[in-house]
């Protein structure tokens, strides 16, 4: 049920997002939007907040005594003050730098495109403020499995950016409405994340503030990660610095490509991931090794086996699918052929992006805090180098290349080092390795319909009977190749849906 209620807000998440497509188009205006909205978040993984979001989750996920939720209760208050506390005085000193900030971190852009968004800015900064609270309140209910009501209170910030588009555009320009939206809707969800959490604040006294045992290991696990999130967010803040120096849209155009991949990614980590890491960190805790590792690689198996048939129709009919998409208003087929490739390797990197997700779960739960940040550093380290040199061969595309290999690298290291956590893996990556080899067959089946569609009936009319006749085959080759290789889990998952 959570993964279809999420699969429903995040509709409305693509129709937002195609809306805003067709308004701003290809532009130098929509990279200065989807530049700037991305920001807070990112700096708010930078700083650690977003470390302490993920340690709080998996610490307090282990707890189960009422002792335990004692301790929990205490915990929470206490890092809810600190936030309090320390967020406004961080969003004070970003506010008042923003301007070098943006020129750090956007160096490539124009005076026309900075002094826009020196603008925009001032109402795109202070949503870092609200989703650093909103950001603790969903760990906190997730790790007590309050999965539902995060997740439904989301909607309202997509809401509000949709209502903006058709109000009277302030200084005469939508990327401002977009900015005024998203900071009202972030306003207002982190307000009735705080309402609708009223259980955490019994006995809260906003003026007693004392560290506790649970605190205090929150923090010491969430140090010792800091730096792998450090230079994850430096990697990301890299793709757009490097393709900032490229005119003509480029970041849009990135961005753009990801989007349908992007939230196929957010929908994993909001349902997938933080459920996994929730039941991995308690089963851990209650010493179920074999169970946490059932747990583990059946997530894993299933969600590619659903994964990976996407990927191959995305690559297949690409053409297809930005077509129906994006291309209206003004996103024409010019803005189309700049999201075509980098489309390809953002959908290919679906897949790795599963895998690593999955494999920080299972590290996170495990509490294996040093050998994540040993990994990932290393890794996103070479992708800062790599996203300089991809962008310097093959252009603006270059980050979605780069973006591919690094997260592909850190997920094969991640799943290798699972021998460290349980027995010889190689029986579960062999099953793994046939749900890849199911798809690669499955696309070069698809190329080659599609090529003897050209041969026999010329190209056939209609966007969508094409996108049609492409999933059809495709869904019909993967299941008979899964089948064949028996790693078809089409009847496990039917019957995982009904039963909840």
Same mark, same amino acid.
């Given at each position: ?7 429903? /807000? ?30 807070? =978040?990112?700096?708010?993984? /930078? ?35 600190? %936030? ?10 970003? @506010?008042?730098?923003? &301007? ?46 309050? @999965?539902?009501?995060?997740? %439904? ?17 302030? =200084?005469? &320009? ?34 007693? %503030?004392?560290?506790?045992? %649970? ?18 967010? +430096? ?84 053409? &297809? ?40 779960? +299972?590290? +996170? ?87 003897? /569609? ?47």
């Amino acid at each position: 049920m959570l993964f279809l209620i999420t699969v429903l /807000l995040k509709l409305l998440d693509v129709i937002k997002n195609l809306i805003i497509v067709s308004k701003l188009g290809v532009t130098d205006n929509a990279d200065v939007y989807w530049a700037l909205i991305s920001l807070p =978040e990112g700096i708010i993984v /930078l700083l650690g907040f977003d470390t302490i979001r993920g340690v709080s989750n998996s610490e307090y996920s282990s707890i189960g005594s009422e002792k335990g939720l004692n301790s929990l209760l205490e915990s929470f208050q206490t890092i809810f003050k600190l %936030l309090i506390i320390v967020s406004p005085m961080v969003f004070v000193v970003l @506010f008042v730098f923003r &301007e070098d900030i943006i020129r750090l971190l956007l160096p490539g852009f124009g005076e026309e495109k900075l002094h826009l968004s020196y603008s925009v800015s001032m109402f795109i900064f202070p949503i870092l403020f609200f989703k650093i609270i909103a950001g603790f309140m969903v760990s906190v209910n997730n790790s007590v499995k309050k @999965f539902y009501f995060p997740v %439904l209170v989301s909607s309202v910030i997509s809401i509000s950016i949709i209502v903006s588009i058709f109000l009277n555009y302030y =200084e005469n &320009e939508l990327v401002f409405n977009l900015s005024i939206a998203a900071l009202i809707g972030n306003l207002i969800y982190t307000l009735l994340l705080i309402l609708g959490s009223k259980e955490f604040f019994r006995t809260f006294r906003l003026f007693e %503030l004392k560290i506790d045992d %649970l605190t205090k290991k929150i923090l010491k696990a969430s140090s010792s990660i800091i730096v792998l999130v450090i230079f994850n967010q +430096l990697y990301l803040f890299s793709r757009n610095y490097f393709v900032s120096y490229f005119p003509d849209g480029a970041i849009s155009s990135v961005n753009y490509a990801g989007t349908l991949p992007g939230i196929l990614n957010m929908l994993i980590f909001s349902t997938v991931f933080s459920v996994t890491l929730s039941h991995l960190s308690s089963l851990f805790h209650d010493g179920k090794n074999n169970d946490a590792k059932s747990l583990f690689w059946n997530t894993i198996l299933r969600l590619l086996f659903l994964v990976v048939p996407l990927i191959a129709l995305f690559l297949s009919g690409n053409k &297809e699918i930005l077509s129906l998409l994006f291309l209206r208003g003004s996103f024409n087929l010019d803005a189309l052929s700049k999201v075509d490739v980098p489309f390809i390797w953002e959908s290919l990197a679906m897949l790795s992006v599963v895998l690593s997700l999955m494999s920080t779960s +299972l590290f +996170l739960a495990r509490k294996k805090y040093l050998e994540l940040t040993l990994i990932g550093s290393a890794v996103y380290i070479g992708g800062i180098c790599l996203n300089y040199l991809a962008s310097y061969l093959f252009g603006y595309y270059g980050v979605s290349i780069a973006g591919f290999v690094t997260t592909a690298l850190f997920a094969i290291v991640m799943i290798l080092r699972t021998r460290n956590l349980w027995d010889n893996p190689w029986q579960h990556i062999n099953s793994l390795t046939l749900i890849l080899a199911s798809g690669v067959i499955t696309m070069i089946g698809a190329l080659l319909f599609e090529w003897l /569609l050209e041969l026999f009936a010329g190209e056939i009319q209609g966007l969508v009977i094409n996108l049609v006749l492409k999933a059809s085959f495709v869904s019909v080759v993967y299941l008979l190749v899964t089948s064949y290789f028996k790693v078809n889990f089409l009847k496990e998952i039917k019957h995982f849906l009904k039963s909840t």
